[in-house]
T-cell receptor
């Protein structure tokens, strides 16, 4: 079964600083990976996803992530943090299996709360 | 295109009662997945429906059930509520044909069980 680990439940940065949120996964098949953001009292919004092809994926709001198979990682970065980036971020893997039966299930990490200081 | 909608947004129930939550997917989407979000357990998959059939189910007790209608709208029901069922319940929709598809989430229904 797939699993996702997000290192650091809380990350704090200053406005304008680099944002780095870590995600490691385990998967028995080539993974499809996602990053979602959740603002208070809202649902989840997709930031970016990796399926196949280019390993550096660009998303919305200046975020990007790099799929590194050798490190089983999919870390999320943004060069310069903005106050509006303060939210909770979730890394997820599409829970597919070789038998093709595990539809519609995302397995999520525990989430990382990003705080941005002025 | 309208997004995923969930009703109601907030609910307060007492132990032992039952509750029904509703989810309307994005037009054209045939798959609806449900998740429970709690501070302790995080986001956990409940089940997924596609064309009125449950295709996948998470590790939740039988008190949690769902269904999907011919217009792809979905409901989930929780019977004999327990305090631990207090959570944010999220539904997500997608086309339903591939693991690489994006799931689009609704705003959630926050359930408080007293």
């Amino acid at each position: 079964a797939q699993s996702v680990t997000q290192l650091g439940s809380h990350v704090s940065v200053s406005e304008g600083a680099l944002v780095l949120l870590r995600c490691n996964y385990s998967s028995s098949v080539p993974p499809y990976l996602f990053w979602y953001v959740q603002y208070p009292n809202q649902g989840l919004q997709l930031l970016l996803k990796y399926t196949t092809g280019a390993t550096l994926v660009k998303g919305i709001n200046g975020f990007e992530a790099e799929f590194k198979k050798s490190e089983t990682s999919f870390h999320l970065t943004k060069p310069s943090a903005h106050m509006s980036d303060a939210a909770e971020y979730f890394c997820a893997v599409s829970d597919r299996d070789a038998g093709g039966t595990s539809y519609g299930k995302l397995t999520f990490g525990q989430g990382t709360i990003l705080t941005v200081h002025p | 295109k309208a997004g995923v909608t969930q009703t109601p947004r907030y609910l307060i129930k007492t132990r032992g009662q039952q509750v029904t939550l509703s989810c309307s997917p994005i037009s054209g989407h045939r798959s609806v997945s449900w998740y429970q979000q709690t501070p302790g357990q995080g986001l956990q998959f409940l089940f997924e429906y596609f064309s009125e059939t449950q295709r996948n189910k998470g590790n939740f007790p039988g008190r949690f059930s769902g269904r999907q209608f011919s217009n792809s709208r979905s409901e989930m029901n929780v019977s004999t509520l327990e305090l631990g069922d207090s959570a944010l319940y999220l539904c997500a929709s997608s086309l339903g044909f591939g693991y690489q598809e994006t799931q689009y989430f609704g705003p959630g229904t926050r359930l408080l069980v007293l």
